[in-house]
């Protein structure tokens, strides 16, 4: 018997593309149980790509015959790379969380390019997903994931994962050994209690000790590659991993390390961590891995992280002639551009207008898993999207997330990735008086799911009490709804934006056309560049308009 890894209407993995021509994409937030209000062991993902189409993906659980096999495709072309054994059982999956309440997340960092290994079998996608169903703790999912790629090697260049479960997150960095060697180096560190961490597309993990595997483990050869490969001379103990195997660039500091910068200036104010480093060509400074917040965090402080775009410091993206009359805090790729002779760039923030999806993951140790693990799942642009409360337990993905529902190629309505998309490219236009509209819709849904919380998780344990099924149904047909409701609102909203804002106009909320005019400081920037050819001038021959006559009225 063989198994496929990615089943459903179509082939998952061909509409999954993320290239490695995408740089600088997603961004990941790691919260540990003592960091967050409720005990929650939470972290983020922006799945940030220009070609990847945002939808759900689910693996029910499964048993399977000793000589099953799986087909693996890579996550970011497609391709068919070969078979791997299947595990006799497997657990289910709802997007990048299964039902033991583990989640991953990843974002891909450039490694030295001799380490990239064409040959492999496993890519880092195929990698998240096979541990997701193979893993019933953080912990294990680490030792899941050494195991296959020193079984099938690794494929992909340099990537930073995130792993959680209802009691630890960890931070796990992975390099490939090259085309002529198996398997892949690696370290990860445990998110100490009440701590936070952060990656953005630049490995974070430097220095790490060597003798404490309650909180640090590493592949057993991460030193000793180095070395042989010239990359580490000196003492063990000096061993740092970022400098070995993927040395700084300008381009790591200013498009990711400044969103970590971003997330630890916002979270603990009281550090006072200047991002001036962040502009210099030569700085020795360097990030922490992780800082103690200066307040715990609650599920909508995290998804407020995830929607940043550098507001109130020198990046603020929504300053300046680039974000346009309307303060849009997006710039239109290329990143990098030239004006004469030297090259500039656009800043990246954490909320990108080319999110595929994003989620927040609650792992919480004191219920059971289908319960315990919550998916807050969005669509599109972290700024505009509503994040929708996905369990861990439930039978299928909600109709307008599923897999097959539209694909990047494929418009539909009943797709939320297109709505979402249909709704923030709108407001694209006259973003600053969209958003707003938008986030009310964003903030009443959200306020709303976070108060029904615990009123549908208590339900649900009953039912669990009384059969786990149960409470999976329920918990399948209650993320469907919320979702459904969502997807129609939103809908309905396109329509309310382009009857308030149609031609650059405003009607008021009596309905009445306004026409608002461009802010003063954008009237200053036109006059500046043609002042002369826009000035409004008198004919000779010009007659003067009639003054309004002043109304007569008796008293």
């Given at each position: 018997m063989k198994t496929r890894m990615f089943t459903g209407l179509s082939i998952l993995i061909i509409g999954l593309l993320i290239t490695l021509g995408t740089a600088w994409a997603c961004t990941n937030i790691l919260v540990s149980r003592g960091a967050s209000k409720d005990g929650s062991v939470m972290i983020t993902y922006a799945a940030d790509s220009h070609s990847l189409y945002g939808e759900l993906y689910h693996w029910p659980a499964g048993t399977h015959q000793p000589d099953a096999q799986v087909d693996i495709y890579e996550w970011d072309t497609g391709k068919y790379l070969g078979k791997v054994k299947q595990q006799s059982v497997t657990y289910s999956v709802v997007g990048n969380m299964n039902e033991h309440q583990v989640a991953i997340a990843e974002t891909t960092f450039e490694a030295r390019a001799e380490l990239v290994n064409p040959k492999a079998s496993m890519d880092y996608g195929s990698l998240i997903y096979l541990t997701l169903q193979r893993s019933k703790s953080a912990r294990e999912a680490i030792r899941v994931m050494d195991d296959l790629t020193k079984e099938y090697g690794y494929r992909s260049q340099g990537e930073s994962?995130?792993?959680?479960?209802?009691?630890?997150?960890?931070?796990?960095?992975?390099?490939?050994?090259?085309?002529?060697?198996?398997?892949?180096?690696?370290?990860?560190?445990?998110?100490?209690?009440?701590?936070?961490?952060?990656?953005?597309?630049?490995?974070?993990?430097?220095?790490?000790?060597?003798?404490?595997?309650?909180?640090?483990?590493?592949?057993?050869?991460?030193?000793?590659?180095?070395?042989?490969?010239?990359?580490?001379?000196?003492?063990?103990?000096?061993?740092?991993?970022?400098?070995?195997?993927?040395?700084?660039?300008?381009?790591?500091?200013?498009?990711?390390?400044?969103?970590?910068?971003?997330?630890?200036?916002?979270?603990?104010?009281?550090?006072?961590?200047?991002?001036?480093?962040?502009?210099?060509?030569?700085?020795?400074?360097?990030?922490?891995?992780?800082?103690?917040?200066?307040?715990?965090?609650?599920?909508?402080?995290?998804?407020?992280?995830?929607?940043?775009?550098?507001?109130?410091?020198?990046?603020?993206?929504?300053?300046?002639?680039?974000?346009?009359?309307f303060k849009l805090p997006y710039r239109w790729r290329p990143m990098t551009y030239k004006v004469g002779d030297q090259t500039y760039l656009h800043e990246r923030a954490v909320s990108t207008q080319q999110t595929a999806f994003s989620f927040v993951s609650q792992s919480r140790s004191w219920m059971p898993g289908p319960i315990g693990g919550v998916l807050w799942f969005g669509l599109d642009d972290t700024y505009s999207t509503v994040y929708l409360p996905i369990y861990a337990g439930i039978n299928q993905p909600p109709e307008n997330l599923r897999v097959g529902v539209g694909s990047f190629d494929e418009f539909s309505w009943d797709s939320a990735f297109w709505v979402f998309n249909f709704v923030s490219n709108f407001a694209y236009s006259r973003y600053q008086d969209m958003i707003q509209d938008i986030q009310k819709h964003q903030r009443d849904f959200e306020s709303m799911f976070l108060a029904k919380q615990d009123e549908v998780e208590k339900a649900a344990l009953k039912l669990y009490e009384q059969a786990p099924e149960l409470a999976r149904n329920y918990l399948t047909d209650y993320s469907a709804e919320q979702t459904r409701r969502v997807v129609q609102r939103f809908r309905k909203l396109l329509t309310e934006l382009l009857m308030k804002y149609l031609d650059g106009n405003l009607r008021d909320e009596h309905g009445k056309v306004t026409h608002p005019p461009y802010p003063e400081e954008w009237y200053q920037r036109i006059v500046k560049e043609k002042s002369e050819l826009l000035k409004m001038k008198k004919l000779k021959s010009e007659i003067e308009p009639t003054p309004t006559p002043k109304c007569e009225c008796n008293p």
């Open positions: 994962f995130s792993i959680a479960d209802p009691d630890e997150v960890w931070i796990m960095e992975m390099v490939g050994k090259g085309p002529k060697e198996k398997g892949a180096v690696w370290v990860a560190r445990r998110v100490p209690d009440g701590y936070i961490s952060a990656h953005a597309n630049s490995p974070r993990i430097g220095t790490f000790p060597l003798n404490d595997k309650k909180n640090c483990l590493y592949s057993e050869d991460v030193i000793k590659f180095a070395k042989k490969k010239g990359y580490f001379k000196g003492k063990d103990r000096d061993f740092h991993f970022q400098e070995a195997y993927a040395p700084k660039s300008y381009g790591a500091l200013r498009f990711c390390e400044a969103r970590v910068w971003n997330v630890f200036r916002r979270v603990a104010p009281s550090l006072k961590i200047s991002g001036e480093y962040l502009k210099q060509e030569d700085s020795d400074y360097k990030l922490p891995l992780w800082i103690k917040p200066d307040s715990k965090l609650s599920v909508s402080d995290v998804m407020a992280l995830m929607r940043d775009h550098f507001e109130g410091t020198d990046f603020d993206l929504s300053k300046g002639v680039g974000a346009g009359p």
